[in-house]
């Protein structure tokens, strides 16, 4: 199996839930290699996503590894062999590799949820908007590193699957850019919100007492829960967030900052009155 330079968000996601498996049944690398007539360095690859598994031998480990979740396997079985060559590789090389994860754990996403604090959240942004937001990202971008990044987002706002954005008051008034901008992000976002698939809520600012929506996350819904994953912006890059402990910690916090924001309706009403005030 040739060995990948740099394996995906989800390929090591994978190797992480194969490694979990292992340590649940408390078998080490060594052991669980003897199981497959392989090396433990072999193991410790998949486990850390640099080479592949196939459909068979992720059967035998689970097997030995006594996993019964017959779903979760197969959930794991369909990442082991996807061969999916999405949209997002036209740019491998060109942008980061964290925008790439992201667009391909968003392609393979049964629902997004998002909470946003400063900026209305890229999915949703206009073109005006998101070359706002990435002219003003330090180091400068070259035009040509701007261009590729408003390009790959365009392309990331072409889903189709639930999506659901609670949005503070705050991220609506920050004026990234201009009045024109800003008037015309209020348009995007009431538009949008008309959409079957996407919900947009509002936390206002005359809510008392509501510190919980501290800082921004996108939340995905995997194949199952098991297989969620919440993405948090960090200084280089994205953090990829899998643990079960931290994944209920998140569905917790979305469940009562969205409790506390407004419904669709008066948050589209909300929307129209800061539009009116520009």
């Not at 197969?74 to 590789?89: I, Q, S």
């Not at 919100?193 to 929506?213: K, M, Q, W, Y």
């Not at 569905?251 to 900052?257: D, I, L």
Request: hydrophobic share 40%.
């Amino acid at each position: 199996m040739v060995q990948r330079r740099e394996p995906t968000a989800r390929q090591v996601r994978l190797g992480t839930e194969l490694r979990r498996l292992r340590e649940a049944a408390g078998l080490t690398a060594i052991e669980a290699a003897a199981l497959l007539g392989v090396n433990r360095v072999q193991i410790n690859h998949i486990e850390y996503g640099l080479t592949g598994v196939s459909e068979q031998r992720l059967r035998r480990l689970a097997a030995h590894y006594a996993c019964t979740d017959e779903e979760f396997v197969d959930a794991l079985v369909t990442m082991a062999t996807d061969r999916t060559r999405g949209w997002w590789e036209k740019y491998r090389g060109s942008l980061p590799t964290s925008f790439l994860d992201l667009s391909e754990l968003e392609y393979h996403a049964r629902f997004l949820r998002h909470v946003a604090i400063l900026y209305v959240p890229g999915l949703l942004q206009t073109e005006e908007y998101s070359r706002a937001v990435f002219s003003s990202r330090l180091p400068e971008l070259t035009a040509d590193e701007l261009e590729l990044r408003i390009e790959h987002r365009k392309a990331r706002q072409e889903f189709t699957i639930p999506y659901e954005a609670v949005i503070h008051e705050a991220a609506l008034r920050i004026r990234v850019s201009d009045r024109a901008t800003s008037r015309a992000q209020l348009a995007r976002l009431l538009e949008l919100s008309e959409a079957d698939h996407i919900t947009v809520r509002v936390i206002p600012f005359d809510l008392d007492g509501f510190a919980r929506a501290a800082s921004t996350m996108t939340y995905m819904g995997g194949p199952m829960p098991r297989l969620d994953t919440v993405v948090r912006d960090a200084l280089h890059g994205s953090a990829f967030i899998d643990s079960e402990a931290q994944l209920n910690t998140y569905r917790t916090s979305f469940r009562k900052v969205e409790a506390a924001s407004l419904d669709a309706g008066p948050s589209r009403d909300l929307i129209r009155s800061l539009a009116k005030e520009l």
